[in-house]
């Protein structure tokens, strides 16, 4: 917090609890104890009579006052004729005279009708709400933290308003993509927000490894985005700057909004307090593909070994000599049986996480430090991840015009395993749809013949999923620190001065291990990889406040300087001289190895300035140059500004008893963009064999200038009826062009791709918060929230004459392509040849056509709705939260594979007689018969009727309704050895689904590299059910 | 001084953000060089161009040309062709050997230069091949600011690779050199025998259309100023070291065991092989499991036709376990003689077919390390004059691993007489003649596809290119 609070209001109810604590603890701090007065005494309670802890009491004009403990009691020095100041947040400050009595009593009222909210800003300044000119959206700890996610951005999904969250289901450190108002840009990576934690940037990137999602030897696997792993519970609350003209200030990198994290302090402590926090959570898979029952392993119903489909004979229970089966190598005949559990291959996953804070609150200042840890297991077996998290934040007042502060968090993430995601012979639903459904797991779970050797695998092509689990190790040992040291210092009572360093610092070092013996690396291969990373800013803020008759103002000047630094490097070697030993030594090939090194350096100055007319009319006006050391020395520089105005007519005009409130808001901003280092010169690339090079893939671009991006946004803030009702509405537009991007060129042409500014991408969408208390009694309240996004990213042009950008490749020529007049997210790919009428036109041989590339969809949902409610009886609360999604499609691998293997329900017709697709045949004269050529069963399924290709044929309408989080809480009514609060909640996340996508779950998301893919599901593992529980201690 | 500190601190401020002085050091990639010598780039072609040899004769060259078949995924062998990139790959290679060219051309180093203009020829050649009219004079030129480069009809493209390799015979000289040449170890004879054996090649190839005698000819009379290659010891092939990463794309270590035997040995390949007793069919192809037998399949099946890989002969299974068996064949001696004696039978050169033909046959097997039966020329397969099929067969058997040399040298003959569409193909009964360019054209490259399309004759996989009329 680099604000003080001086000019705080009393502030109306239902704020956040952080605030609530936040406000108390900075007049906490403030007071002095004075000695020598007669003690005075008294308690605080509301309106029904009950105490209020904590609550403020002050001796008007003096420092002194002092907090209220658990039964409201207060005991302060004071004299007669001294005016007592009772506060709380929430509640109408109340003052009272000491008379002769040395005990005073006062009874708070809800100040539900005083509107003044305080938000934290770009910067992290604390505003009020009334004066901001653009869309700020926040949530609460409890929010955050109520149902724990393992990583804290799923946690986000359906809280905010025009942001969309999609979890990723590669494991247990699983990415998660988060996208604000729309993807502004053509590089798929490119469209997450800035998160930044106590003022501090820190990275979000996914760093990957390991090939396309379909790359057979080298499948990705994901080790989790870089704000994964921000501890939820330490979280005090999230500020969400959605537009340009809220986050302008942040620079080029807030061009997709801004995630403003603060972490919990000291500052609502009086004396030592005491939390203790545990979550206990269960896993298990929430959807998983249906497995047929009726026919076993092999062709045209015969047993055929090494086939992988399931189009052999009818699981009748006659003998067959069954490969994997115990008896198959004495030759032994088994009863043809259905054995294949699916299910049995995953376990139950547990969750542990637990958190122990301490905090203290003195008169100079406050400390919080805090111990988290969680320790998870997969549904995948042999699959865990853990945490370690050490925070500090502190400050102190060596003077009363001074602050420092430091804010501190050592993280250390780890797994002994992780997945690798996608489809290919490493891959475990590679392994398990491809899997005969005649044979019994248990046959393949001793998976050696020969221990680190030979594998004991059914089919020649693929590794034994066994094997996959227990030897195809990718583990990981991260350590990262983050945190800041500032300086806050008043001048004068006008001006103040902030100075501040912050850091971002990570070390990851990832290995992996593939046996002796395995499909794709039959020398076996260790391979290691490390990842250093760090990120310096450096901060001043010079602000200058003074009010001029009606108008307030404050101008303030600051500047940046932003240091990035990546190390990457990379050794693999695909052979093992001893089997079983997994070190550099042990390799005995010549080992791939890489080194990249890159740096960025902006420099950056801005300026702003808060005006405010009365209480009704207030403007921002903010400017920012940078300067990037990753553009062109002649264009290098770039300004961009921003304006928004917020006019408040319920300020000025009588709207009737009803409205409480009503601010219209407006804004308009630009903000500029540089790009990754290196992206100028061409460099030559080390090539495979010793002592060579190759040109590059990517052709670089010494002309670059920096991208642009205009934003225009309007909105309505109301409430009604005593703030009842809440509304915000919002309405944008934002117009990005000069995106620097490499675009594919005709290979021809000597690369496969040209950097170069391009494109002209429009997003215009409208974002709804509405919530309502509907109930508010006394031991009784029911509270209904609803978050709607609506947005359509609209391609206007790309490069010169280009038709079209490819944004991501899928598998099989599927694809994510930007076209001019285009949909963002629009996915192309082979379809079905129809006749005029839509009917599907077959060929003679009995199977669909297969039909020319075409737009089969868009993988951005028609619009979004989180749906939340709280309820509140006595100590009990029950809070649930919906996600509902409407339109776009997903393309499932999983559907096309599943048909292919035969393992699928769907594929169950016609193994008999053979089927006749319905649809047409054409004619030599062009006109259509129906059809009537029947194919054999085996033949129609195996990349027949839904071929991997037909884009069409496997992508589904991926509306979904979520049950995404359910708790129910029970606060005990203990105050006892010490004991300020207690309380049990069962919790559970994803706990139903309701889809029309068969078999997975529509929000999976493919992986090339470090990249997602929406829209496209390529044999992603199951995502996960959480279930468990969860207490608070407080003392 | 309250204000002058104000002033300086404000100055210092400012001074410092917009400082831009060091930002070019920043941005200046260290990872990787600015710039390059030929002998670097050098290996990286060679590797790269066997790579792409092995991986097209396995994966396309073996299956089109019918010496093998696919048991599962038999869409290639069927004809259910797509836009096929596959090729395309060549124009990233083409970008290294530009380099290399215009390297040796700067700093005079003619070596090089010869080295770079045989290598493109040998990759325009393939490109132009398998599709046509292919971007030429304006490929590889993105430095330049084309990135849409337009196609050359296959007859420019011819006139513009032969030139090359003939360029590229003059300038080789004995203090020629070149470094980094993992092909022939820097020997500069072998390259200039390396161009003129390819540019028989070439010529043939356009002999239908052009009249080529002469010039065959005056490289045949001149063996000072043209040499060609003299023995199986010229071959020009790509020896894979055998260990990581020198691995080709098919041997364990690097490929995959299943790939390997996805295709099995086809009636035709296996039956010419067995009515001359040929003891090469020992050591390409292994025996049908627990028997001495060799089993073909029938090439073109519908897939449900097929059924299981143990009914049927192998590839020898030694190609995949042993890392250092496949090779890369560029061209050998042994299809030169095949294209003299093709040349002598047909009229263009003098000279005797027979001859050409008997050492053709002699240096296959010798090339593949097999001992030919002292009666093969003789008994088993002798040179017929009234059956030229005997030699294009022969030939056939020469080029097995050979890229997709045999197809090329089919869509121009028509021989062997043997390919021809399964019973399950999907192309009414055609054998494809072209690949489809790559979709991409198609979306980054429209109006330069778009018109080539239509010059050719339309993208699709029965155009004939201009060669093969």
Same mark, same amino acid.
Request: charged share 20%; hydrophobic share 35%.
């Given at each position: 917090?680099?604000?003080?609070?001086?000019?705080?209001?009393?502030?109306?109810?239902?704020?956040?609890?952080?605030?609530?604590?936040?406000?108390?603890?900075?007049?906490?701090?403030?007071?002095?104890?004075?000695?020598?007065?007669?003690?005075?005494?008294?308690?605080?309670?509301?309106?029904?009579?009950?105490?209020?802890?904590?609550?403020?009491?002050?001796?008007?004009?003096?420092?002194?006052?002092?907090?209220?403990?658990?039964?409201?009691?207060?005991?302060?020095?004071?004299?007669?004729?001294?005016?007592?100041?009772?506060?709380?947040?929430?509640?109408?400050?109340?003052?009272?005279?000491?008379?002769?009595?040395?005990?005073?009593?006062?009874?708070?009222?809800?100040?539900?009708?005083?509107?003044?909210?305080?938000?934290?800003?770009?910067?992290?300044?604390?505003?009020?709400?009334?004066?901001?000119?653009?869309?700020?959206?926040?949530?609460?700890?409890?929010?955050?933290?109520?149902?724990?996610?393992?990583?804290?951005?799923?946690?986000?999904?359906?809280?905010?308003?025009?942001?969309?969250?999609?979890?990723?289901?590669?494991?247990?450190?699983?990415?998660?993509?988060?996208?604000?108002?729309?993807?502004?840009?053509?590089?798929?990576?490119?469209?997450?927000?800035?998160?930044?934690?106590?003022?501090?940037?820190?990275?979000?990137?996914?760093?990957?490894?390991?090939?396309?999602?379909?790359?057979?030897?080298?499948?990705?696997?994901?080790?989790?985005?870089?704000?994964?792993?921000?501890?939820?519970?330490?979280?005090?609350?999230?500020?969400?700057?959605?537009?340009?003209?809220?986050?302008?200030?942040?620079?080029?990198?807030?061009?997709?909004?801004?995630?403003?994290?603060?972490?919990?302090?000291?500052?609502?402590?009086?004396?030592?307090?005491?939390?203790?926090?545990?979550?206990?959570?269960?896993?298990?898979?929430?959807?998983?593909?249906?497995?047929?029952?009726?026919?076993?392993?092999?062709?045209?119903?015969?047993?055929?070994?090494?086939?992988?489909?399931?189009?052999?004979?009818?699981?009748?229970?006659?003998?067959?000599?069954?490969?994997?089966?115990?008896?198959?190598?004495?030759?032994?005949?088994?009863?043809?049986?259905?054995?294949?559990?699916?299910?049995?291959?995953?376990?139950?996953?547990?969750?542990?996480?637990?958190?122990?804070?301490?905090?203290?609150?003195?008169?100079?200042?406050?400390?919080?430090?805090?111990?988290?840890?969680?320790?998870?297991?997969?549904?995948?077996?042999?699959?865990?991840?853990?945490?370690?998290?050490?925070?500090?934040?502190?400050?102190?007042?060596?003077?009363?015009?001074?602050?420092?502060?430091?804010?501190?968090?050592?993280?250390?993430?780890?797994?002994?395993?992780?997945?690798?995601?996608?489809?290919?012979?490493?891959?475990?639903?590679?392994?398990?749809?491809?899997?005969?459904?005649?044979?019994?797991?248990?046959?393949?779970?001793?998976?050696?013949?020969?221990?680190?050797?030979?594998?004991?695998?059914?089919?020649?092509?693929?590794?034994?999923?066994?094997?996959?689990?227990?030897?195809?190790?990718?583990?990981?040992?991260?350590?990262?620190?983050?945190?800041?040291?500032?300086?806050?210092?008043?001048?004068?009572?006008?001006?103040?001065?902030?100075?501040?360093?912050?850091?971002?610092?990570?070390?990851?070092?990832?290995?992996?291990?593939?046996?002796?013996?395995?499909?794709?690396?039959?020398?076996?291969?260790?391979?290691?990889?490390?990842?250093?990373?760090?990120?310096?800013?450096?901060?001043?803020?010079?602000?200058?406040?003074?009010?001029?008759?009606?108008?307030?103002?404050?101008?303030?000047?600051?500047?940046?300087?932003?240091?990035?630094?990546?190390?990457?490097?990379?050794?693999?070697?695909?052979?093992?001289?001893?089997?079983?030993?997994?070190?550099?030594?042990?390799?005995?090939?010549?080992?791939?190895?890489?080194?990249?090194?890159?740096?960025?350096?902006?420099?950056?100055?801005?300026?702003?300035?808060?005006?405010?007319?009365?209480?009704?009319?207030?403007?921002?006006?903010?400017?920012?140059?940078?300067?990037?050391?990753?553009?062109?020395?002649?264009?290098?520089?770039?300004?961009?500004?921003?304006?928004?105005?917020?006019?408040?007519?319920?300020?000025?005009?009588?709207?009737?008893?009803?409205?409480?409130?009503?601010?219209?808001?407006?804004?308009?901003?630009?903000?500029?963009?540089?790009?990754?280092?290196?992206?100028?010169?061409?460099?030559?690339?080390?090539?495979?064999?010793?002592?060579?090079?190759?040109?590059?893939?990517?052709?670089?671009?010494?002309?670059?200038?920096?991208?642009?991006?205009?934003?225009?946004?309007?909105?309505?803030?109301?409430?009604?009826?005593?703030?009842?009702?809440?509304?915000?509405?919002?309405?944008?537009?934002?117009?990005?062009?000069?995106?620097?991007?490499?675009?594919?060129?005709?290979?021809?042409?000597?690369?496969?791709?040209?950097?170069?500014?391009?494109?002209?991408?429009?997003?215009?969408?409208?974002?709804?918060?509405?919530?309502?208390?509907?109930?508010?009694?006394?031991?009784?309240?029911?509270?209904?929230?609803?978050?709607?996004?609506?947005?359509?990213?609209?391609?206007?042009?790309?490069?010169?004459?280009?038709?079209?950008?490819?944004?991501?490749?899928?598998?099989?020529?599927?694809?994510?392509?930007?076209?001019?007049?285009?949909?963002?997210?629009?996915?192309?790919?082979?379809?079905?040849?129809?006749?005029?009428?839509?009917?599907?036109?077959?060929?003679?041989?009995?199977?669909?056509?297969?039909?020319?590339?075409?737009?089969?969809?868009?993988?951005?949902?028609?619009?979004?709705?989180?749906?939340?409610?709280?309820?509140?009886?006595?100590?009990?609360?029950?809070?649930?939260?919906?996600?509902?999604?409407?339109?776009?499609?997903?393309?499932?691998?999983?559907?096309?594979?599943?048909?292919?293997?035969?393992?699928?329900?769907?594929?169950?017709?016609?193994?008999?007689?053979?089927?006749?697709?319905?649809?047409?045949?054409?004619?030599?004269?062009?006109?259509?018969?129906?059809?009537?050529?029947?194919?054999?069963?085996?033949?129609?399924?195996?990349?027949?009727?839904?071929?991997?290709?037909?884009?069409?044929?496997?992508?589904?309408?991926?509306?979904?309704?979520?049950?995404?989080?359910?708790?129910?809480?029970?606060?005990?009514?203990?105050?006892?050895?010490?004991?300020?609060?207690?309380?049990?909640?069962?919790?559970?996340?994803?706990?139903?689904?309701?889809?029309?996508?068969?078999?997975?779950?529509?929000?999976?998301?493919?992986?090339?590299?470090?990249?997602?893919?929406?829209?496209?599901?390529?044999?992603?593992?199951?995502?996960?059910?959480?279930?468990?529980?969860?207490?608070?201690?407080?003392? | 001084?309250?204000?002058?500190?104000?002033?300086?601190?404000?100055?210092?401020?400012?001074?410092?953000?917009?400082?831009?002085?060091?930002?070019?050091?920043?941005?200046?990639?260290?990872?990787?060089?600015?710039?390059?010598?030929?002998?670097?780039?050098?290996?990286?072609?060679?590797?790269?161009?066997?790579?792409?040899?092995?991986?097209?004769?396995?994966?396309?060259?073996?299956?089109?040309?019918?010496?093998?078949?696919?048991?599962?995924?038999?869409?290639?062998?069927?004809?259910?062709?797509?836009?096929?990139?596959?090729?395309?790959?060549?124009?990233?290679?083409?970008?290294?050997?530009?380099?290399?060219?215009?390297?040796?051309?700067?700093?005079?180093?003619?070596?090089?230069?010869?080295?770079?203009?045989?290598?493109?020829?040998?990759?325009?050649?393939?490109?132009?091949?398998?599709?046509?009219?292919?971007?030429?004079?304006?490929?590889?030129?993105?430095?330049?600011?084309?990135?849409?480069?337009?196609?050359?009809?296959?007859?420019?493209?011819?006139?513009?690779?032969?030139?090359?390799?003939?360029?590229?015979?003059?300038?080789?000289?004995?203090?020629?050199?070149?470094?980094?040449?993992?092909?022939?170890?820097?020997?500069?004879?072998?390259?200039?025998?390396?161009?003129?054996?390819?540019?028989?090649?070439?010529?043939?190839?356009?002999?239908?259309?052009?009249?080529?005698?002469?010039?065959?000819?005056?490289?045949?009379?001149?063996?000072?100023?043209?040499?060609?290659?003299?023995?199986?010891?010229?071959?020009?092939?790509?020896?894979?070291?055998?260990?990581?990463?020198?691995?080709?794309?098919?041997?364990?270590?690097?490929?995959?065991?299943?790939?390997?035997?996805?295709?099995?040995?086809?009636?035709?390949?296996?039956?010419?092989?067995?009515?001359?007793?040929?003891?090469?069919?020992?050591?390409?192809?292994?025996?049908?499991?627990?028997?001495?037998?060799?089993?073909?399949?029938?090439?073109?099946?519908?897939?449900?036709?097929?059924?299981?890989?143990?009914?049927?002969? &192998?590839? #020898?299974?030694?190609? @995949? $376990? *042993?890392?250092?068996?496949? =090779?890369?064949?560029?061209?050998?001696?042994? /299809?030169?003689?095949?294209?003299?004696?093709?040349?002598?039978?047909?009229?263009?050169? &003098?000279? #005797?077919?027979?001859? @050409? $033909? *008997?050492?053709?046959?002699? =240096?296959?097997?010798?090339?593949?390390?097999? /001992?030919?039966?002292?009666?093969?020329?003789?008994?088993?397969?002798?040179?017929?004059?009234?059956?030229?099929?005997?030699?294009?067969?022969?030939?056939?058997?020469?080029?097995?691993?050979?890229?997709?040399?045999?197809?090329?040298?089919?869509?121009?003959?028509?021989?062997?007489?043997?390919?021809?569409?399964?019973?399950?193909?999907?192309?009414?009964?055609?054998?494809?003649?072209?690949?489809?360019?790559?979709?991409?054209?198609?979306?980054?490259?429209?109006?330069?596809?778009?018109?080539?399309?239509?010059?050719?004759?339309?993208?699709?996989?029965?155009?004939?290119?201009?060669?093969?009329?």
């Amino acid at each position: 917090m680099i604000q003080p609070l001086r000019s705080m209001k009393p502030t109306r109810p239902l704020l956040p609890l952080w605030l609530r604590y936040l406000l108390l603890g900075c007049f906490a701090m403030a007071l002095l104890p004075v000695y020598g007065q007669t003690p005075v005494s008294g308690t605080v309670t509301d309106a029904f009579g009950q105490p209020i802890p904590r609550a403020t009491v002050t001796i008007q004009g003096t420092r002194t006052g002092v907090l209220t403990d658990d039964t409201g009691a207060y005991k302060l020095p004071a004299t007669q004729g001294d005016t007592l100041v009772f506060s709380f947040i929430g509640y109408t400050t109340q003052k009272q005279a000491v008379g002769a009595e040395p005990v005073v009593n006062a009874v708070l009222t809800d100040s539900e009708y005083q509107l003044e909210e305080v938000v934290v800003t770009a910067l992290g300044i604390q505003r009020d709400k009334k004066a901001l000119g653009y869309s700020v959206q926040t949530l609460s700890a409890e929010q955050v933290s109520r149902v724990r996610s393992t990583n804290l951005v799923n946690g986000l999904s359906g809280k905010l308003a025009g942001v969309q969250v999609t979890g990723a289901n590669n494991g247990l450190a699983s990415s998660s993509r988060i996208i604000i108002r729309g993807e502004n840009s053509l590089n798929i990576n490119n469209n997450s927000p800035l998160f930044i934690v106590d003022g501090i940037p820190v990275n979000n990137s996914i760093y990957g490894i390991g090939g396309s999602s379909i790359d057979q030897s080298n499948l990705p696997t994901d080790y989790g985005n870089g704000a994964a792993e921000i501890n939820p519970d330490d979280i005090e609350s999230i500020s969400v700057l959605k537009g340009a003209a809220a986050s302008a200030l942040y620079g080029s990198r807030a061009t997709n909004g801004v995630i403003v994290i603060t972490t919990k302090s000291g500052k609502n402590t009086q004396g030592l307090g005491v939390s203790i926090s545990s979550t206990t959570m269960f896993s298990s898979p929430l959807v998983l593909p249906e497995v047929q029952t009726q026919y076993g392993g092999g062709w045209g119903r015969d047993y055929y070994a090494d086939y992988g489909t399931n189009f052999g004979p009818e699981l009748d229970g006659s003998m067959v000599l069954q490969d994997g089966s115990p008896g198959f190598d004495n030759g032994e005949a088994e009863p043809f049986v259905h054995r294949y559990q699916l299910e049995d291959f995953f376990q139950t996953g547990v969750s542990s996480n637990n958190q122990v804070s301490i905090t203290g609150g003195f008169e100079k200042g406050n400390i919080k430090l805090a111990y988290g840890n969680s320790y998870n297991t997969g549904i995948v077996p042999n699959t865990n991840l853990q945490r370690d998290n050490i925070s500090i934040n502190t400050s102190y007042r060596p003077a009363d015009n001074w602050t420092i502060s430091l804010s501190g968090n050592y993280l250390k993430s780890q797994s002994d395993n992780l997945p690798v995601a996608g489809y290919g012979g490493q891959g475990l639903m590679y392994a398990l749809l491809w899997n005969y459904t005649n044979v019994d797991l248990d046959w393949l779970r001793d998976y050696w013949l020969e221990t680190d050797r030979v594998q004991r695998n059914i089919f020649s092509w693929a590794d034994n999923p066994f094997l996959i689990a227990n030897e195809h190790i990718n583990a990981f040992n991260k350590d990262r620190l983050y945190g800041m040291v500032s300086s806050m210092y008043d001048i004068t009572p006008e001006l103040s001065l902030l100075l501040r360093m912050g850091t971002d610092y990570s070390n990851d070092f990832r290995w992996s291990r593939r046996p002796q013996g395995s499909v794709f690396h039959p020398n076996g291969m260790y391979r290691e990889q490390t990842i250093g990373y760090r990120e310096t800013n450096a901060d001043f803020l010079l602000s200058y406040t003074k009010p001029l008759g009606d108008v307030s103002t404050r101008f303030s000047v600051g500047g940046n300087r932003l240091d990035q630094h990546t190390a990457e490097s990379l050794i693999q070697g695909d052979g093992l001289a001893i089997p079983g030993i997994y070190t550099l030594g042990n390799i005995n090939v010549i080992p791939s190895m890489s080194r990249y090194d890159g740096r960025k350096r902006v420099n950056s100055l801005y300026a702003f300035a808060n005006l405010g007319y009365r209480d009704f009319l207030y403007m921002d006006i903010t400017a920012r140059n940078d300067w990037s050391s990753a553009l062109p020395s002649n264009n290098n520089s770039y300004f961009y500004p921003s304006v928004s105005l917020s006019f408040l007519p319920s300020e000025i005009f009588e709207m009737g008893e009803s409205v409480d409130y009503l601010k219209l808001r407006f804004n308009v901003a630009r903000v500029g963009k540089d790009t990754d280092p290196f992206q100028l010169y061409k460099t030559y690339q080390f090539a495979t064999l010793p002592n060579s090079l190759t040109n590059p893939g990517q052709l670089p671009n010494a002309n670059l200038v920096p991208e642009q991006t205009d934003a225009y946004e309007v909105g309505l803030e109301a409430y009604f009826w005593g703030k009842r009702l809440m509304v915000d509405l919002s309405l944008y537009q934002t117009i990005s062009t000069n995106q620097i991007i490499s675009f594919a060129v005709s290979q021809a042409a000597g690369f496969r791709s040209v950097f170069a500014n391009s494109g002209k991408i429009e997003n215009k969408g409208i974002e709804l918060v509405l919530s309502g208390l509907l109930v508010k009694k006394e031991h009784v309240e029911w509270s209904l929230t609803g978050n709607f996004t609506l947005y359509r990213g609209k391609v206007i042009e790309l490069y010169e004459d280009l038709e079209s950008y490819i944004i991501a490749q899928g598998p099989d020529g599927v694809t994510v392509e930007a076209r001019p007049g285009g949909r963002m997210g629009d996915i192309y790919g082979n379809t079905y040849v129809r006749t005029p009428q839509g009917e599907i036109v077959y060929a003679e041989n009995g199977l669909p056509l297969v039909g020319d590339r075409a737009n089969v969809g868009n993988y951005n949902p028609d619009w979004m709705l989180g749906l939340s409610t709280g309820i509140r009886f006595h100590g009990l609360s029950l809070y649930g939260l919906v996600d509902i999604r409407e339109g776009g499609i997903i393309y499932s691998y999983t559907h096309a594979i599943g048909t292919e293997s035969g393992i699928l329900p769907i594929t169950l017709g016609g193994r008999e007689d053979g089927i006749v697709g319905e649809g047409v045949v054409q004619n030599p004269d062009g006109s259509y018969s129906p059809n009537t050529n029947s194919v054999d069963a085996e033949d129609y399924y195996y990349g027949g009727v839904h071929p991997r290709q037909n884009a069409e044929a496997n992508s589904f309408d991926a509306s979904y309704v979520k049950l995404r989080e359910l708790s129910l809480s029970y606060s005990l009514p203990i105050r006892a050895i010490g004991l300020r609060d207690l309380s049990l909640s069962l919790v559970g996340n994803n706990l139903l689904l309701w889809t029309k996508v068969p078999f997975i779950d529509p929000e999976a998301q493919a992986m090339n590299g470090g990249t997602l893919i929406p829209g496209m599901e390529v044999t992603q593992l199951p995502s996960t059910r959480n279930y468990g529980f969860r207490v608070n201690l407080t003392f | 001084m309250k204000k002058f500190l104000y002033a300086s601190f404000f100055t210092l401020i400012l001074a410092t953000a917009a400082c831009t002085a060091n930002f070019e050091e920043i941005n200046t990639n260290l990872n990787q060089p600015l710039t390059v010598t030929g002998d670097l780039l050098l290996p990286t072609v060679i590797f790269d161009l066997a790579d792409f040899s092995v991986n097209q004769s396995f994966g396309l060259g073996d299956i089109i040309t019918q010496y093998h078949g696919h048991y599962e995924f038999n869409d290639l062998d069927i004809y259910r062709w797509t836009s096929d990139g596959s090729f395309w790959v060549l124009y990233n290679y083409l970008q290294n050997i530009r380099d290399i060219r215009q390297y040796g051309v700067e700093n005079d180093l003619p070596g090089y230069e010869a080295v770079a203009l045989v290598l493109e020829a040998y990759a325009f050649s393939q490109l132009t091949d398998a599709y046509g009219d292919v971007p030429y004079s304006q490929a590889n030129q993105a430095e330049s600011g084309i990135i849409a480069p337009a196609y050359d009809a296959q007859e420019v493209v011819y006139d513009g690779i032969l030139a090359s390799l003939e360029r590229a015979n003059q300038i080789i000289d004995e203090d020629a050199f070149v470094a980094g040449d993992i092909l022939f170890g820097g020997d500069m004879t072998a390259w200039k025998k390396l161009a003129n054996t390819l540019r028989v090649r070439l010529l043939m190839r356009i002999s239908d259309v052009r009249d080529v005698s002469a010039s065959l000819q005056q490289i045949l009379d001149d063996p000072a100023a043209y040499p060609l290659f003299e023995s199986t010891a010229d071959d020009a092939i790509y020896r894979y070291q055998g260990s990581s990463p020198d691995l080709s794309p098919y041997s364990e270590g690097r490929g995959r065991e299943y790939e390997y035997f996805l295709s099995i040995p086809t009636t035709r390949f296996v039956g010419l092989l067995q009515a001359h007793e040929d003891p090469r069919i020992h050591e390409w192809l292994g025996y049908k499991g627990g028997t001495t037998e060799y089993i073909g399949v029938e090439p073109g099946l519908d897939l449900g036709d097929i059924g299981r890989p143990t009914a049927y002969a &192998s590839k #020898d299974s030694s190609f @995949f $376990y *042993d890392p250092s068996k496949i =090779a890369a064949i560029f061209i050998t001696y042994s /299809e030169l003689n095949f294209l003299l004696a093709e040349a002598a039978m047909k009229g263009l050169i &003098s000279g #005797d077919a027979k001859a @050409f $033909y *008997d050492e053709g046959v002699a =240096a296959s097997f010798e090339q593949w390390g097999v /001992e030919m039966p002292a009666d093969f020329l003789t008994a088993k397969a002798p040179y017929d004059a009234n059956n030229p099929d005997r030699l294009y067969e022969q030939k056939w058997l020469a080029l097995y691993r050979t890229c997709t040399e045999a197809w090329f040298d089919w869509k121009r003959t028509g021989k062997p007489a043997f390919i021809q569409a399964g019973p399950g193909n999907i192309n009414s009964n055609q054998v494809p003649v072209r690949l489809m360019y790559p979709s991409l054209e198609q979306s980054v490259n429209v109006s330069n596809y778009t018109t080539a399309s239509q010059r050719i004759g339309g993208d699709n996989i029965n155009t004939r290119v201009w060669w093969d009329k």
